[in-house]
């Protein structure tokens, strides 16, 4: 069980990558934000990136728990992948997260930590399957038409995804976000 300034720890650190990215961050600026000194930090999390692994993991958790409660929860999978797509909008229109610190990560792959470098992976390869089983149940059901196999098609909605998140940040507004992922989508709906 992690103690409260562990969490308060995490909270920050996943607020600085996602405004900042890895390079530009440091333990100082995460004292400065919890009101503890270096050292207790260093008490919780000994390095930059074994810190940076953990909110990585805990972002990865998070995402598995919400897409599996998507998956239980919404029987149409084009609904599902738009849930999923009005999270991130969300997320981006309220500045609550502004971007996927995964996505933003894996932009600064070459220059990170082995150990960080492998949990984006995980996070990718996690968001990557869902996108697959949901496109693929929704061929099934014949409510989405894939141009590609799944997995390509797959890659495809997530590098989307991420570029239109990019381009939000460059725009400073979600509007670009939304009109990108709400093609992708319209593209994916099988039309009778």
Known sequence: MQSDTADRILDSAHA??????????SFADIAEMVKIRKPSIHHHFASKAILVTAVLKQHRDTLNAALNALTH???SPLQRLDAYVLHWEKCIRDKTEPICIAALLGAELPTLPDEVKAEVKRYFRDLKEWVRKTLEDGRAQGIIQLQQPAAVEAETFIALMHGA???ARVYGSSKVYTAVMQDAL???AAHP
Do not use: K, P, Q, T
């Open 16 to 25: 600085l990558l996602a405004e900042r990215g890895y390079a530009a961050f």
């Open 165 to 167: 998140m990019i381009s």
């Open 186 to 188: 319209r593209r994916l």
């Open 73 to 75: 929860n919404v029987d």
